[in-house]
C-alpha cells in the first residue's frame, strides 16, 4: 500500500538545523510531489512548501524561504526536509505528505494531501 | 493569500447526532477543497477532497457539500470513532491553506 514513513523525533538547540526524511513505497517516487505540513502544539496545520521527486523543483512557503532546504533521493524514494537557524517556535511535529501528480509531461503541483507520513516531532530547546 | 475559517471552532454532540461544520474561503476556490480528520496523536486522514468527493474507504456517513466561498462537512450519524478534529483545505492557489480546525467532543 502507499505509504511514507518519517525519521524519529529530534531536540535541537536553538540556531541548530534538523534534516527529517520522508521515505515511500507503494508507489512511483517520482510521479508525485512531496510536500511539507508542520503543527505547533495545540495549533492548526501550516504549509510549508514542496519538491518535485522527479526534477529536483522546489517551492517554499514565504514564511520558510531561506531557512529550509527540500531535497530528494531517488534511488531509495526518500524526501528530505531540513531546517536551519531553528528558533524554540519550531517546535513542531513535521509531516510530509503527497499532492499532486505528473502525467503525460505535465504536472500538477497542488491538490488534496494524501497520504501522510506519521510526523516527527521536533523540540528545540536550550 | 486565501484565508479558511471554520465554524464552529469547537462543540459537543452525542452518538447518533448528524453535524455539520461550516468551512468558508476568503475569496472563490471553485471546489478545490479537502476535508481531513485528525485524531491525537495522529496524522491528519483524507476524508473528502473535490469539496463532495469520497475518499476510498471512508464511509458514507460522511458528505461534503459546497462551491465558490461556502463549503459544509455532514457526519449523517455520529459514531464513537468520530469524535476528533476536522480541518478542511484549499489547494486552488498557492500557498495551500487550511482552516483553524473544528474539535468534535462527546456531549
Known amino acids: 500500500q502507499v505509504q511514507l514513513v518519517q525519521s524519529g523525533a529530534e531536540v535541537k538547540k536553538p540556531g541548530a538545523s534538523v534534516k527529517v526524511s520522508c521515505k515511500a513505497s507503494?508507489?512511483?517516487?517520482?510521479?508525485?510531489?512531496m510536500h511539507w505540513v508542520r503543527q505547533a502544539p495545540g495549533q492548526g496545520l501550516e504549509w510549508m512548501g514542496w519538491?518535485?521527486?522527479?526534477?529536483?523543483?522546489?517551492n517554499y512557503a514565504q514564511k520558510f524561504q531561506g531557512r529550509v532546504t527540500m531535497t530528494r533521493d531517488t534511488s531509495i524514494s526518500t524526501a528530505y526536509m531540513e531546517l536551519s537557524r531553528l528558533r524554540s517556535d519550531d517546535t513542531a511535529v513535521y509531516y510530509c505528505?503527497?499532492?499532486?501528480?505528473?502525467?503525460?509531461?505535465?504536472?500538477?503541483?497542488?491538490?488534496?494531501?494524501?497520504?501522510w507520513g506519521q510526523g516527527t516531532l521536533v523540540t528545540v530547546s536550550s | 493569500a486565501i484565508r479558511m475559517t471554520q465554524s464552529p471552532s469547537s462543540f459537543s454532540a452525542s452518538t447518533g447526532d448528524r453535524v455539520t461544520i461550516t468551512c468558508r474561503a476568503s475569496?472563490?476556490?471553485?471546489?478545490?477543497l479537502a476535508w481531513y480528520q485528525q485524531k491525537p496523536g495522529k496524522a491528519p486522514k483524507l476524508l473528502i477532497y473535490?469539496?463532495?468527493t469520497l475518499q476510498s474507504g471512508v464511509p458514507s456517513r460522511f458528505s461534503g457539500s459546497g462551491s465558490g466561498t461556502d463549503f459544509t462537512l455532514t457526519i449523517s450519524c455520529l459514531q464513537s470513532e468520530d469524535f476528533a478534529t476536522y480541518y478542511c483545505?484549499?489547494?486552488?492557489?498557492?500557498?495551500?491553506?487550511f482552516g483553524q480546525g473544528t474539535k468534535l467532543e462527546i456531549k
Open positions: 473535490a469539496a463532495s
Open positions: 505528505a503527497r499532492a499532486g501528480y505528473c502525467s503525460g509531461g505535465s504536472c500538477y503541483s497542488s491538490g488534496w494531501f494524501d497520504p
Open positions: 483545505q484549499q489547494y486552488y492557489s498557492y500557498p495551500p491553506a
Open positions: 519538491i518535485n521527486p522527479n526534477s529536483g523543483g522546489t
Open positions: 507503494g508507489y512511483t517516487f517520482t510521479g508525485y510531489y
Open positions: 475569496q472563490g476556490i471553485s471546489s478545490y
